[in-house]
């Protein structure tokens, strides 16, 4: 697998270009339950988990991470990371999903990175692929529960996005964060039975999304690009 390789300068360079990118490309990227990762500072371990329906979604997750001041590792499919070896620099690491022994030594290296240093963040698209926004039900690896289950106690939250036309000439991106509680029964579930419920989470989470947006309801969302 590929590792992370961390370059403090690199990632100041990469946010100034980041964030133009984004707002050339975009008319806005608002975002709802930013308080939940503003604390932080007084959480275990933060695992966050989306949906994976554009090749934007990395970038707004680093965009997210920057806003946050959160210190951020993305699992990436490995034949996408070769082609972007650069973002090595920028937290990513490796997953080849289609081989167990190979998946196990990414699940291991993220958990080693959250167990060494609990104020990490770890970002997972546990689709594995990038896929429509609307298919349901929503499939996952069970590479996520493994993750969580390696851990006593840890934060998670589920994070939909969605990109969408409102009348101007550019799309603007959607973002809903919502806190996931395991109870002790759910972090006993075996990761199949985890991988379903984490699931259904991240369902429920991008149609109460949906449905603000349809609504037109975005006082709870902060522009944050």
């Given amino acids: 697998m590929l590792e992370a390789n961390k370059s403090l300068w690199f990632e100041k360079i ?5 964030r133009n990118l984004l707002k050339r490309r975009f008319n806005s990227l608002q975002v709802s339950g930013l308080k939940f990762l503003k604390k932080k500072e007084d959480k275990p371990p933060l695992i966050i988990y989306a949906n994976h329906s554009s090749w934007w979604d990395g970038l707004v997750a680093f965009q997210i991470s920057l806003q946050m001041n959160l210190d951020s ?4 499919e490995e034949k996408q990371l ?5 973002f090595r620099k920028l937290g990513a690491f490796s997953v080849v999903r289609e081989n167990a022994r190979e998946a196990m030594k990414s699940i291991n290296y993220a958990t080693r990175i959250l167990k060494e240093n609990p104020k990490k963040t770890l970002w997972i698209f546990p689709q594995g692929k990038i896929m429509p926004n609307d298919l349901r039900p929503l499939r996952f690896y069970s590479g996520l529960a493994r ?7 840890c934060s ?16 603007n991106i959607f973002v809903n964060i919502e806190n996931i509680e395991l109870s002790a029964k759910d972090s006993e579930l ?5 991988s379903d419920y984490l699931s259904v989470k991240l369902t429920d989470n991008l149609e109460n999304l949906k449905t603000d947006i349809l609504k037109g309801n975005f006082l709870n969302f902060e522009r944050i690009c």
Avoid: C, Q, T
């Avoid at 990469?14 to 980041?18: C, M, T």
């Avoid at 070769?82 to 650069?86: D, E, G, N, V, W």
């Fill in 82 to 86: 070769k082609k972007l070896r650069l």
């Fill in 73 to 76: 590792y993305i699992m990436m």
């Fill in 147 to 153: 993750i969580i289950k390696s851990f006593e106690k």
């Fill in 14 to 18: 990469f946010a100034v270009y980041n």
């Fill in 156 to 171: 998670i939250a589920s994070l939909a996005i969605r990109y969408e036309f409102l009348g101007e000439y550019k799309p």
């Fill in 190 to 194: 075996k990761p199949k039975k985890m």
